[in-house]
Every structure is written in C-alpha cells, then in structure tokens.
C-alpha cells in the first residue's frame, strides 16, 4: 500500500468533524447541558474485523484525541465563517478537550485467529460526549484498511474524484462532501477534496456547482464553505431526555429556531420518527416569543416551520415517494416557492442525476451530500474488484437512562432497543416502510 506524508495519520483536529456535530453541540449546550447520554457502535459488516494489531493502533489513536484543542487560529475562523454558532459556544469550545478515559469504554472481543470484535461504549453529559462519534467511525474505518486490508492504495484516487466532480457539475448537480465519518483515512479524503476542488475550478463555467464539504477541518483548510445543519442524534436524544416522542419533533424544532434564528442552518431533517409525524409539526406556526426575538409584533404574520425552513434533507427510504410527499405537502400549505431538498443517502454519480431530474420535475432545487462513494471508493490492487468499506454507526442508544431510537423512513433503518422502537411506533402511529434499495446488504455494492 502506497502512503503520503502530506497528511497525518489520526484525527487532525478538533475540527476534523462534521459540522452539524457543531452545530449539535452548540445547541446541546444551550438546551440539555447537564443530560446524561450513551452511544453505541455498531459493525453492520460483521465478517470485517478488525487485527488485535490494529485494535491496539485504534486504543493508541484514542488516547491521542485528549491532546486535541481548538487553535486561536480555529476560533478566528469559525467566528468569521459560523456566525450563527453563540459567543457562549465558541468560549466552551475553546476550553473543550476529550476525555477518553473518562468517557469511552472499549473491548476486543477475539472471534477467529488473530481477529476480533470491537465492543465500544461513550458515555457522559451529551455536551461532552457528542464529538466523539465521527472521530471515533473515522479511526475504526483507517484501523481496518491501515492493517486488515491492505490492498489498495491511493493511486488515482484524485484523477476519480476529479471525473466524478466534472460529471455532476457538468450535468448541473450542487452537491458537498460528506465522507468523513467512513473515510479509508484522512489522506483520502484530502485528495478527493483536492480532486472535487480542480474539477470545480476548470468546470467553472458549467452548471453545476462544488459548495463545500460536512469536514469544518478541510473547510477551513481549502477555504469553502461548511456544510450541515442537524443529524438525527437531535430529535432521538430530547425524545429519550423527556420520554415523549408526540413532541420530540416540535420541541426540537422550537429550540433549534430558538437558539439559530429563524432561516439560519434551516435544511430539516424530517425522518428520525418517520416523515409523516414530522410533517405534522412542520406545518405549525413558529412560537410567539421566536417571531418576537426579530422585533415583530407577537400577533403579526407568524409563519409556520415549514415556511421558515429553505429545505428539508432525504436520508432513508424510497427518494421518489419522498419527493411526491413533499410536494403535497407543500401544495396543501400553500408554499409555492421552491424548495431545496438535500439528498444524502447512499449516494453515487447515477442516484444524483436520476434524482435530480425527478425533483426538478417537481419544482425542488436538488443538491447532493455524497460521502462514502467519494472517501472510501477503492478497487482491489489484486483483482481490481470493489474494494468494499466498512459500515459501521455510532448511535445514541439513550439518555437520561432512558433508550434512544430512530425510525426512519425505511424499517431496515430502525435502531435502538426494539421494544422502545415499538413504543415509539405506537405512539406515533408509524407505518412500517420497505425499500429494497435501502438493504444495508447491498449498500456500496460495486
């Protein structure tokens, strides 16, 4: 396997995260400060284990992240670059550090000769904990191709990204990447950016546009903007904090608007508790005291959620079903301005232009968050097959000791304690869903 030393290997930064775990935590900090949380890890390709070898570069790798602070220099950016995160956040974030041994259990469990499973447990206040998950699914996925799969190098991987880039900004695609938390390693995903980042600039003139990347580290590096808003994790731990998934949705709309504003970070997410639930409440009217904050009289034109929102992302379930419920959703509110969808699921150069040109069609404007086929996209230097990534999850598995679930719009989507999901189901009145494109068996599949 070929190696560059242009990146470290590890996590680079406080920052070599996504940034709605920003985005989160900030919120988190305003709202749920002392709540208690736990994640869970879980491999959903089982037979991909990793060396006893590599799960002890993974321990020393963890250790590492209790040195990791956010620079002056990082501070300085994020204030010109987010504004919409708090000056309370940034002083807290200043003065954030990891705190593995505290915080993070983790086994290896031998199962065949020299191989095992990992067990991996974070726990602690959701404030402290919540940064943890795309560090630590970024470190387990490098583990695993660093010493259990060593078949591939990373010859190319800035021409294949570059072709994917020209392909999607000449068919008219916006889209960000969004591969950090099952990157092959951080090296991979700085070439790709670098890859996307020529394609952008000799494909200046076409239609399609490069935005930016979901990596705040890579963002700030590359000088574009980062991407994201909010993750399922939001609406799961204020469902579980207050055991009530009837107003899990509405609470955590409010309190979003509450602590951006209204417009700011505004791509809702729609499927923790499955899509219909959330419409539901994204059709309410914003409360009184959020209109007020912008000097308007309580009483006067008080828009709902769904007006306040630019958008709503798609990550489960069957896309074109989800573009026509949105669209009667829509129509029947009476919003005849166009709205974006954020598509994220699963997503390849084929799945943009087909879906592209099905919420056209509807009157959408589509843009693309692509992770896993941009960050982990290799052949096998043997046989040239697919060299397949890992897929593996970080959940919250509950709060406050009560159990975290998701729903999704998919059944195969469903995580989290089984009898809590029924519960939750039978509160919400949700209808189970199966899209075979949704097979976490066939996900990636070459």
């Known amino acids: 396997m070929l190696s560059s030393d242009s990146i470290s290997e590890g996590i680079l930064s406080v920052l070599d995260t996504d940034l709605y775990k920003l985005t989160m935590q900030c919120a988190v900090l305003q709202f749920y400060p002392t709540k208690h949380v736990t994640y869970t890890?879980?491999?959903r390709t089982p037979d991909m284990r990793l060396s006893h070898e590599a799960f002890v570069w993974l321990q020393s790798q963890i250790a590492k992240l209790k040195d990791i602070s956010l620079s002056p220099e990082e501070q300085v950016w994020l204030t010109a670059k987010c504004p919409y995160l708090t000056i309370d956040y940034l002083q807290f974030l200043r003065d954030f550090r990891f705190h593995p041994n505290q915080h993070i259990k983790l086994d290896f469990v031998p199962v065949t000769t020299g191989k095992g499973d990992i067990h991996l447990v974070v726990e602690g206040l959701w404030k402290d904990t919540i940064l943890y998950e795309i560090p630590l699914l970024a470190l387990i996925s490098e583990a695993y191709f660093k010493f259990c799969d060593r078949d591939w190098n990373y010859v190319d991987q800035e021409e294949h990204a570059f072709q994917k880039g020209v392909k999607l900004i000449n068919a008219g695609c916006v889209f960000s990447e969004f591969g950090t938390r099952r990157r092959r390693d951080s090296q991979t995903q700085n070439t790709v950016i670098e890859g996307l980042q020529r394609a952008a600039q000799e494909q200046h003139s076409s239609p399609g546009k490069f935005t930016g990347?979901?990596?705040?580290?890579?963002?700030?590096?590359y000088d574009i903007a980062p991407i994201g808003t909010m993750a399922h994790e939001w609406f799961m731990g204020i469902a579980a904090t207050d055991n009530d998934y009837e107003n899990a949705t509405r609470i955590g709309l409010r309190n979003w608007t509450e602590c951006f504003g209204k417009g700011v970070l505004a791509v809702a997410l729609t499927d923790t508790f499955g899509t219909p639930a959330f419409l539901k409440v994204?059709?309410?009217?914003?409360?009184?005291?959020?209109?007020?904050?912008?000097?308007?009289?309580?009483?006067?034109?008080?828009?709902?959620?769904?007006?306040?929102?630019?958008?709503?992302?798609?990550d489960s379930g069957d896309p074109h079903?989800?573009?026509?419920?949105?669209q009667r959703f829509y129509s029947a509110t009476g919003l005849s301005k166009s709205r974006t969808i954020v598509f994220s699921d699963s997503l390849n150069v084929e799945k943009c232009l087909e879906y592209k040109q099905a919420a056209e069609q509807a009157g959408f404007q589509p843009t693309f968050g692509i992770g896993t086929f941009l960050?982990?996209?290799?052949?096998?230097?043997?046989?040239?097959?697919?060299?397949?990534?890992?897929?593996i999850v970080i959940k919250l598995s509950s709060a406050e000791g009560h159990p975290a679930v998701k729903l999704s719009d998919d059944m195969g989507k469903n995580t989290g304690d089984q009898m809590e999901v029924a519960n939750a189901k039978k509160q919400l009145g949700y209808v189970d869903k199966h899209w075979e494109g949704g097979n976490e068996k066939l996900r990636w599949a070459a």
């Open 41 to 43: 890890f879980t491999n």
């Open 213 to 221: 990347t979901s990596n705040v580290y890579f963002a700030m590096k």
């Open 282 to 314: 994204f059709k309410e009217t914003i409360p009184k005291s959020i209109n007020a904050v912008d000097g308007l009289d309580v009483n006067a034109n008080i828009p709902s959620y769904a007006e306040i929102f630019t958008g709503v992302r798609q």
């Open 321 to 326: 079903e989800y573009i026509r419920t949105m």
């Open 375 to 391: 960050t982990n996209d290799f052949s096998r230097l043997s046989d040239s097959h697919k060299s397949a990534p890992m897929n």
